[in-house]
């Protein structure tokens, strides 16, 4: 059963808000989602975290969830990271773990490589890395047609959020009506779903596939996690990154897909527990 979070705070990052969650006393740990989700992925996460003695920081990405959802401003993954960046030292951020799922690893990813002092841990979860993204699925996404698709009075976005959560959690009983309504709510209407083409359309491999060298030279510790059944980022995009890393381990998540949040709540929330409560017991 999910655990409700508190209420949720709006920043102001130049002209636009972002949607945050601030919950928690102790070492802190920022947590990034992915797309299509937002800061809903973490609801099982974030309150075992915080009983384990960490403070936690939820934020919708900018043009996600409640965040707001510009029409002409870049969504790509580096300027998603300048946005992360600007409002963690708005909100007086002094560092900490940053854990990132699917694009909002590679947004970890880039944060760390530009402010490697602040961040003490990185965490990278079933996370998009070297030109593992935009995945098909998203990619076709940028073909004109979909405007008019989209753009349909009586679209239903809810059929392809539930495809995809099909496609991408293993334990299927848990895709109910509730969790797709939860997904696809902030993207609801023609509007709505005209933002979720803007944030689909502004996934970019080369955002990320040339910071990759600054990335595999990154010397703070890192743990990667992975679903074993992960069928958007595949697993041997993870080997690779952990082989690369100088400071990284990786673990595997048995019978477990690429929402591992979803799938796997429990042990995803022990094994970043665990490895952040490591990191505070450094000299």
């Known amino acids: ?54 403070e936690v920081i939820l934020f919708d990405l900018l043009g996600y969830g409640d965040s707001d959802k510009p029409l002409d401003t870049d969504l790509g993954i580096a300027a998603q990271a300048c946005f992360m960046a600007d409002a963690l030292e708005e909100i007086g951020w002094q560092g900490g773990h940053i854990v990132g799922h699917d694009i909002g690893g590679g ?16 965490v990278l979860v079933d996370t998009i890395a070297y030109d ?5 699925g998203i990619a076709r996404l940028k073909e004109p047609v979909w405007d008019d698709i989209l753009g349909s009075p009586d679209f239903d976005l809810k059929k392809g959020f539930a ?11 848990r895709i109910t009506p509730a969790l797709i309504d939860a997904y696809e709510e902030p993207f609801r209407g023609v509007e709505g779903r005209r933002a979720y083409l803007r944030a689909a359309r502004a ?26 059944r992960d069928d958007f980022q595949p697993l041997s995009y993870g080997r690779r990154l952990a082989g690369a890393m100088p400071n990284a381990r990786l ?14 709540p429990e042990a995803l929330s022990d094994l970043i527990a665990g490895f952040a409560a490591e990191q505070a017991l450094q000299p």
């Open 1 to 54: 059963m999910s655990i409700p979070l508190p209420e949720r705070e709006r920043i102001r990052i130049g002209p636009y808000r972002l949607s945050m969650i601030r919950v928690g006393c102790g070492p802190s740990i920022v947590l990034l989602h992915g797309i299509p989700t937002h800061s809903f992925l973490w609801r099982d996460v974030a309150p075992r975290l915080t009983r384990s003695g960490f």
């Open 107 to 122: 947004i970890a990813q880039l944060i760390t490589v530009t402010n490697p002092n602040v961040v003490t841990g990185l």
């Open 132 to 136: 593992s993204f935009p995945e098909p």
């Open 163 to 173: 495809k995809g959560l099909s496609r991408g959690v293993v334990r299927t009983d």
């Open 203 to 228: 996934l970019r491999t080369e955002d990320l596939a040339p910071r990759m060298p600054e990335v595999e030279a990154l010397a703070l510790p890192t743990l990667i996690v992975w679903g074993e």
């Open 251 to 264: 673990e595997v998540v048995d019978d477990a897909g690429h929402f591992l949040p979803e799938d796997a």
